[in-house]
């Protein structure tokens, strides 16, 4: 199994930048499509990003494309997500995730391991 652990959060404001990474521990990296989830307050959670095996192929839900960039860096065993013009509507707990399957199955929900998140809040 995987061990994920979040980190990049903090306080930015409207407008700004931030990168989250994941590191990966535990098991082989490369071998796991990835992605990123997010949980606003009384909300669920949703998908914000994946990225296949190689990192040659990623995915985005409409509202994110244009914004946020994911990457991996199977070397280092890290996952990235670059966020840009960052909306206070982008206030969440980001979640790592990591899939046995490709990256595509990170897109329908089918995560295997978590990361326990890190706080993005965005003031206005």
Do not use: H
């Amino acid at each position: 199994q995987v061990q994920l652990v979040e980190s990049g959060g903090g306080l930015v404001q409207s407008g700004g930048s931030l990168r989250l990474s994941c590191a990966a521990s535990g098991s082989t990296f490369s071998r796991y499509g990835m992605g990123w989830f997010r949980q606003a307050p009384g909300k669920e959670r949703e998908f914000v990003a994946g990225i296949s095996w190689s990192g040659r192929s990623t995915y985005y839900p409409d509202s994110m494309k244009g914004r946020f960039i994911i990457s991996r860096d199977n070397a280092k065993n890290t996952l990235y997500l670059q966020m840009n013009s960052l909306k206070p509507e982008d206030t969440a707990v980001y979640y790592c995730a990591a899939s046995t399957g490709p990256g595509a199955s990170v897109v329908a929900g089918e995560v295997n391991y978590w990361g326990k998140g890190t706080l993005v809040t965005v003031s206005s």
